[in-house]
């Protein structure tokens, strides 16, 4: 299965709640922190709630 390769690019102050909650699921905290998840619709749907805060790269 490929993987996501998910950076935060922009921080969280004044940001909605679920926006914020999604970004602390994801595990980013920090600009400029990267995780790596899996490349699962859940995932998926998360990057869309907050695309605007990140970068996403696809790797295998």
Known sequence: MSQLKITQLRGLAGRKPNQRETMRTLGLRKIGQTVTRP???????QVDT???LVSVEEVE
Not at 39 to 45: F, I, K, Q
């Open 39 to 45: 490349n699962t619709s859940t995932v998926r749907g």
């Open 50 to 52: 907050v695309g605007h």
